[in-house]
């Protein structure tokens, strides 16, 4: 100790951090906050509480001052105590009154908000909104002790109690209502220390706001014996200074009587705690105590039982253990191979809320903490003897009534154990959020775990909701690493974060409006509680978000639907003759697609009707189960015979048909039978609305509706590839590209290969690339020390089923996009969620293959453990970070981004990225959307039956096709027939991917068509062998053979797609036909546009002849003439420039490719025609812009040079080109024709500025006449 210190009085600062803390949470009188702010006291004094009361009451209906409940209700509270005067209030006397409370110590302990500001629960009688307050989860803890209310015997006292509980959840709605606020409102959590009196509204609405009359009350089956328990009688008056905020008697009597007519509900944030207290302090006064425990358990069982915890799987094994008088439940789940969450639920007596009601925590004394303690101690030594257990995670959940609790310290005594806990009302809420798995939850552990290795210390006091929170917030970065002060960060030097204590808000908020659950009545009057199909739908409009399920039907099996707009519109499905349910579901998924857009069109004829119509229409199919493949098509004229209304017996309600044989009109290639459907439905609404005109008006509500022949949901379409006849033996889901695993990847990256000594800064090329080559190795290193630990035939078999499931989704958008069109429109938010959602299974598909050409080489075969999908995961961000690193290097080493690299204080490799975001990305984008858009008409093929030509022979150029041979040993048709063998003994088998030994690969492929030397070179060719070493290129190949960044690989999965696992005589054979037809097509793609480099090919025909005809695009030269030629240009075509002089040139300049020029303009165009491979990463795209800045490189002029040095020839020569082209003053236009999107359209270079860079569509379109 310092001589410093000795001078503290430490029992002095003791005494005042307690004072302070007494004030933060209140635990004060109120005489101490009157004490504290005598000048307020004085002030209200001599106001009328009748006015004064509901004015700052309503107060607390603005969303606005969420955050400044506290002194919002301190305010109401202190106005029924001191209010005693006759003065009239104005709106400015709140605003006043606001601001002096807030100077006071009362205010000190104000958070933002940390919840919605209305929640909402239900039950069979409807919906009652909720004003949250400052009160944890209170619409979660009202809706369970509302559940066990009402299994109370509907007579005695029992029915007192479920009268007074439910009027004052009634009053809450009616509240709700008169301030137009709507379920899971968000309020807001920035800290006011004043009223906006502009914002404010004025004093008579706010009170209005918070008056009740009692006619209204009777309108609702309310009488004053029903809300007695909860009005706040003048005798309390005296007493309640003496109490506290939050549990006084004002917090369990929230009503004043105003008068003999109205009430006034003057602490609207509180219902929720007064229904809660009035309803156990009965139960616990009346020694119900055991029958509550027992009933709410038994609520809590079913509600985790419907719900998918952590986003797993649902019917949780729920089992109630006594222990007197509390409960414990266990169960755990194997969330991926190996790994295990194992839950601990405990639930507190609720003879516990006697003690300090909902503001006072429970605290166990050491019985229950011992119990779980125990139960956890057998959970992690049952499942950590398992033989194949990897890691497990402890979660411990508070269930309850919405009263705090808090254990003693629990003990997790395993390094391969995690613990975490959370309550039961925070677990659902992230168990319901769109994107939640158990892996998800595991990789904010994981991720928690690396940062704090490094060296920071979270602190994060709200919990788990609220570290994700943070994670989102940082696109799944722990740290942001950019606003880090270049300071060293290590466990010895630790670095301390302070997270913000409200990110948990946006969290439960996104859960509650993702399914934004409520309760909704049919047309019998029953009420279900309904929610949105999905939280996260990939196209949404406005309709759409009025579309609700029915979850009671779901529970039952059955399929119903509602569009709530100015009517509610009810459906349910019904295929009684069709037993695969998914065909049921996707049937009622297409007419969930209709429903909202035939309902926003009927909302027309609501009128100025105020009462609400429910009306339903029951839809059913006939159909048997429909075969594998579409049947005979009937004629489209046909199929409207099988569409029928019938009458329903039930009210409100009418029945439409569709007979059998109308699921056969799904094949037609043009939207009929969904057109029908709209028109038989649309019949049957307008039915029940006594429509005058139903045929007219349907007729018009389905061509508003169905506005194109390509718009539809369900699609019935022939098999036309090996993988659609196996698809469904891939896995379920894709595992792609996770943020948080791409952050946790970059955590001291940089730092592994660079000294601290030397600073964060890299400049210079060579500097940068020698730096990034480092991190390649790093990366390198980590993914072979990854994989080795892993079994290499399972292994490769679960990489090669993540590559094709991507491919298979990304096929899928391709070969729907006419329906998408057609359903969402041509906008620009339609092909950006396609680039997005197709870029995700891109990048995917792309670590995937890497993985697999790693794997070959450095999993041990037949021995080591099974690779799960945490672990591919982390593998997959790997991967994708390696190749975007690399990527990098080529970017800087091209100049296509600045040579200027940072490391962050925990490692990232943080760069300027104007190339990504001006080139890069716009590009992809556009190549992407265009290509999405110009796929959509070709997608009617899908509906016909496919067409197989028995031989390529004659249809490809003869030349190329000896060329193939001669370089390849096999021609195409050999190859074909090869491919045709392997794909077959999938579809025979039922199998995507299957091994196979060399001999009966031989054995398999060999025929009359076939030779055995073919089959060896095409196995020669296209197969991937293991070698010892990965970063060993076999002999003959060189390392860019296998740079993962680099694309048209010689050793690559894409381009050798069979693996040969092992290295004996007879190998094992790792065969996905669907790959192998892909990279096959890939190979003859890049071979006959010579888009693959020389160095790919062998024989000098091949390198040679055809590369360097193919590679110069001659044919596309004659393309961009021809299409000049019938637009009415002159052309010439492949022109050199003495020709055009007419006279002799000092060196060769080359040829223009096309010099073209109208007679009716004085424009003549200078044009390169350029068939440019599309370049799809960093890497690619920045080598093409490398050719293309019209400089010298290695002392000879570039691409674009070459070409902008005939141009400048011309213009000296202009008197000679207007001879030769006969146009008078010629105005030379350069061009730069490509044959598609290239990153010179996107990339700022100054020697391109005075040329056209574009298609041969762009420039027909800019100088078109």
């Known amino acids: 100790m310092s001589h410093d210190d000795a001078n503290i009085d430490w029992k002095t600062l003791k005494l005042f951090f307690d004072e302070q803390t007494r004030w933060?949470?209140?635990?004060?009188?109120?005489?101490?906050?009157?004490?504290?702010?005598?000048?307020?006291?004085?002030?209200?004094?001599?106001?009328?509480?009748?006015?004064?009361?509901?004015?700052?009451?309503?107060?607390?209906?603005?969303?606005?001052y969420q955050s400044q409940c506290i002194r919002l209700e301190t305010l109401v509270t202190l106005a029924v105590i001191f209010c005693k005067g006759r003065k009239k209030p104005k709106i400015d006397n709140a605003v006043r009154w606001f601001f002096q409370i807030g100077r006071s110590r009362c205010a000190v302990g104000e958070d933002p908000a940390e919840d919605v500001f209305v929640s909402l629960v239900t039950d069979r009688n409807g919906n009652y909104r909720l004003i949250e307050g400052v009160w944890e989860a209170a619409g979660f803890y009202t809706q369970r002790v509302l559940e066990v209310v009402s299994t109370m015997p509907d007579a005695g006292e029992f029915r007192r109690i479920k009268k007074s509980f439910l009027a004052l959840l009634m009053i809450s709605e009616m509240v709700c209502q008169k301030a137009e606020l709507h379920r899971y409102t968000l309020g807001s959590d920035e800290r006011h220390s004043a009223l906006s009196l502009r914002k404010l509204p004025g004093r008579n609405a706010l009170i209005s706001r918070v008056t009740i009359s009692f006619e209204e009350l009777n309108e609702r089956g309310i009488t004053k014996a029903d809300i007695t328990p909860f009005l706040f009688d003048h005798h309390m008056q005296d007493s309640l200074v003496e109490q506290q905020i939050g549990c006084s008697d004002l917090d369990r009597h929230p009503l004043i009587l105003r008068s003999e007519t109205h009430i006034s509900v003057a602490l609207p944030s509180a219902l929720s705690v007064a229904a809660r207290d009035f309803a156990i302090t009965h139960i616990i006064e009346g020694g119900l105590v055991d029958g509550f425990n027992s009933v709410l358990a038994k609520n809590y069982t079913a509600l985790l039982s419907n719900t998918p915890i952590l986003g797993g799987p649902t019917h949780a094994p729920v089992f109630w253990k006594e222990l007197k008088p509390h409960r414990l439940s266990t169960f755990t789940f194997e969330v991926d191979r190996g790994y295990f969450i194992s839950y601990h639920l405990f639930l507190a007596s609720v003879e516990t809320h006697a003690d300090g009601g909902f503001k006072t925590a429970y605290e166990d004394k050491g019985a229950l903490t011992d119990a779980l303690q125990e139960s956890i101690s057998c959970a992690i030594d049952q499942f950590s003897q398992r033989p194949e257990f990897k890691e497990g995670l402890i979660v411990l959940v508070g269930c309850g009534w919405g009263k705090g609790y808090v254990t003693q310290e629990i003990e997790v005594n395993h390094p391969k154990w995690r613990f975490e806990s959370m309550s039961a009302a925070d677990l659902v809420r992230l168990s319901w959020l769109g994107d939640m798995n158990p892996s998800y939850f595991w990789r904010i552990q994981d991720g928690l775990k690396a940062v704090t290795k490094s060296g920071v210390r979270i602190v994060n006091p709200n919990g788990i909701l609220n570290l994700i929170g943070w994670v989102r917030s940082n696109d799944g970065h722990f740290v942001p690493h950019a606003q880090l002060l270049d300071e060293e960060v290590s466990p010895e030097q630790p670095l301390m974060l302070n997270l913000p204590i409200n990110l948990l808000r946006g969290v439960r908020a996104e859960a509650d409006l993702g399914y934004d659950r409520h309760c909704a009545v049919d047309n019998t009057g029953v009420w279900h509680d309904v929610q949105h199909l999905g939280p996260n739908p990939f196209f949404t409009s406005e309709s759409a978000r009025r579309l609700y399920a029915s979850m009671d039907d779901a529970l039952h099996g059955m399929l119903t639907s509602v569009y709530e707009g100015k009517f509610q519109l009810w459906l349910s499905l019904e295929t009684p003759n069709i037993s695969d349910r998914e065909i049921a579901f996707r049937l009622w998924e297409m007419a969930n697609e209709w429903l909202h857009r035939i309902g926003s069109k009927l909302d027309r004829y609501a009128g100025h009707q105020t009462k609400t119509t429910n009306i339903k229409v029951h839809v059913e199919f006939q159909d048997i189960d429909p075969p594998k493949e579409p049947g005979q098509k009937p004629k489209a004229d046909d199929l409207?015979?099988?569409?029928?209304?019938?009458?329903?017996?039930?009210?409100?309600?009418?029945?439409?048909?569709?007979?059998?044989?109308?699921?056969?009109?799904?094949?037609?290639?043009?939207?009929?039978?969904?057109?029908?459907?709209?028109?038989?439905?649309?019949?049957?609404?307008?039915?029940?609305?006594?429509?005058?005109?139903?045929?007219?008006?349907?007729?018009?509500?389905?061509?508003?509706?169905?506005?194109?022949?390509?718009?539809?949901?369900?699609?019935?379409?022939?098999?036309?590839?090996?993988?659609?006849?196996?698809?469904?033996?891939?896995?379920?889901?894709?595992?792609?590209?996770?943020?948080?695993?791409?952050?946790?990847?970059?955590?001291?990256?940089?730092?592994?290969?660079?000294?601290?000594?030397?600073?964060n800064k890299i400049e210079g090329r060579e500097a940068c690339t020698n730096f990034l080559e480092k991190v390649v190795d790093a990366l390198i290193a980590d993914i072979c020390e990854i994989l080795v630990s892993f079994e290499r035939i399972s292994t490769l078999n679960r990489l090669v089923a993540n590559s094709e499931k991507a491919s298979v989704e990304a096929d899928q958008w391709k070969r729907t996009s006419a329906a998408i069109i057609g359903l969402h429109g041509q906008v620009d938010t339609t092909i950006q969620r396609y680039v997005k959602e197709t870029s995700k299974f891109a990048g995917a598909g792309i670590a995937s293959r890497v993985l697999i050409e790693m794997a070959v080489c450095v999993c041990p075969l037949n021995n080591g453990t099974q690779l799960s999908d945490i672990e591919l995961s982390k593998l997959i961000a790997r991967a994708s970070l390696l190749v975007r690193i690399g990527g990098l290097s080529d970017a800087?080493?091209?100049?296509?981004?600045?040579?200027?690299?940072?490391?962050?204080?925990?490692?990232?490799?943080?760069?300027?990225?104007?190339?990504?975001?001006?080139?890069?990305?716009?590009?992809?984008?556009?190549?992407?959307?265009?290509?999405?858009?110009?796929?959509?008409?070709?997608?009617?093929?899908?509906?016909?039956?496919?067409?197989?030509?028995?031989?390529?022979?004659?249809?490809?150029?003869?030349?190329?096709?000896?060329?193939?041979?001669?370089?390849?040993?096999?021609?195409?048709?050999?190859?074909?027939?090869?491919?045709?063998?392997?794909?077959?003994?999938?579809?025979?088998?039922?199998?995507?991917?299957?091994?196979?030994?060399?001999?009966?690969?031989?054995?398999?492929?060999?025929?009359?068509?076939?030779?055995?030397?073919?089959?060896?070179?095409?196995?020669?060719?296209?197969?991937?062998?293991?070698?010892?070493?990965w970063d060993k290129p076999s002999k003959g190949f060189v390392m860019k053979d296998i740079y993962p960044w680099r694309f048209g690989r010689r050793l690559s999965f894409v381009t050798r797609p069979i693996l040969k696992v092992d290295g004996s005589d007879d190998p094992l054979l790792l065969i996905a036909p669907a790959a192998l037809r892909k990279g096959f097509a890939y190979v003859v793609d890049g071979t006959h546009s010579g888009r693959f480099d020389q160095s790919f090919f062998q024989s000098d025909e091949m390198k040679n002849s055809w590369w360097g005809k193919a590679s110069e695009g001659h044919s596309f030269n004659a393309e961009v003439a021809q299409r000049l030629l019938d637009a009415g240009w002159q052309i010439w075509e492949n022109i050199e420039i003495p020709e055009i002089l007419n006279q002799r040139a000092e060196q060769d300049f080359g040829d223009v490719d096309v010099l073209a020029w109208r007679t009716d303009r004085q424009d003549v165009l200078v044009i390169e025609c350029k068939d440019l491979s599309l370049a799809r990463n960093y890497s690619e795209i920045a080598a093409l812009l490398s050719s293309f800045q019209g400089t010298d490189v290695d002392g000879k002029p570039d691409s674009l040079k070459k070409h902008l040095i005939r141009v400048s020839i011309l213009e000296r020569n202009i008197e000679r080109l207007q001879r030769f082209t006969g146009i008078h003053e010629p105005n030379i236009i350069s061009c730069l024709v490509c044959s598609g999107v290239v990153p010179m359209q996107y990339s700022k270079i100054e020697t391109l500025s005075k040329t056209h860079v574009g298609s041969v569509d762009d420039l027909l379109v800019l100088y078109s006449c």
């Not at 933060?24 to 006015?51: C, F, G, H, M, W």
């Not at 045709?980 to 025929?1007: M, P, R, W």
Request: net charge negative; proline share 3%; glycine share 6%.
């Open 640 to 759: 409207s015979q099988f569409c029928i209304v019938n009458e329903h017996d039930e009210p409100n309600a009418i029945k439409a048909v569709f007979k059998a044989g109308f699921l056969n009109g799904f094949g037609i290639a043009e939207n009929v039978a969904e057109r029908l459907f709209v028109l038989n439905v649309s019949r049957a609404f307008l039915h029940l609305l006594n429509a005058t005109d139903i045929e007219g008006e349907a007729e018009e509500i389905t061509r508003n509706v169905v506005q194109n022949q390509e718009a539809r949901s369900f699609h019935v379409i022939h098999a036309h590839h090996f993988i659609d006849y196996v698809h469904d033996t891939l896995t379920e889901k894709l595992v792609f590209i996770d943020e948080i695993d791409d952050a946790a990847a970059k955590i001291g990256l940089g730092w592994r290969v660079c000294d601290r000594v030397q600073g």
């Open 892 to 1029: 800087i080493h091209y100049n296509a981004l600045p040579p200027e690299l940072t490391i962050s204080s925990l490692g990232d490799v943080l760069f300027r990225d104007d190339f990504g975001d001006l080139v890069v990305q716009p590009m992809l984008s556009r190549v992407l959307g265009e290509k999405f858009i110009a796929n959509a008409p070709l997608q009617k093929k899908n509906y016909d039956e496919p067409v197989f030509t028995s031989t390529s022979k004659g249809q490809i150029d003869e030349e190329f096709w000896c060329v193939w041979k001669g370089e390849m040993g096999f021609d195409l048709d050999e190859a074909r027939n090869i491919i045709d063998s392997l794909e077959n003994k999938g579809v025979t088998d039922h199998s995507a991917i299957y091994s196979i030994s060399q001999s009966e690969y031989f054995s398999l492929v060999c025929s009359d068509q076939v030779s055995g030397d073919v089959a060896a070179k095409f196995l020669e060719q296209f197969s991937l062998k293991t070698r010892h070493r």
């Open 24 to 64: 933060a949470s209140l635990s004060v009188t109120i005489q101490e906050i009157a004490d504290d702010n005598k000048s307020l006291v004085r002030d209200l004094s001599v106001y009328d509480p009748s006015i004064t009361i509901p004015l700052l009451a309503g107060l607390l209906t603005l969303p606005e």
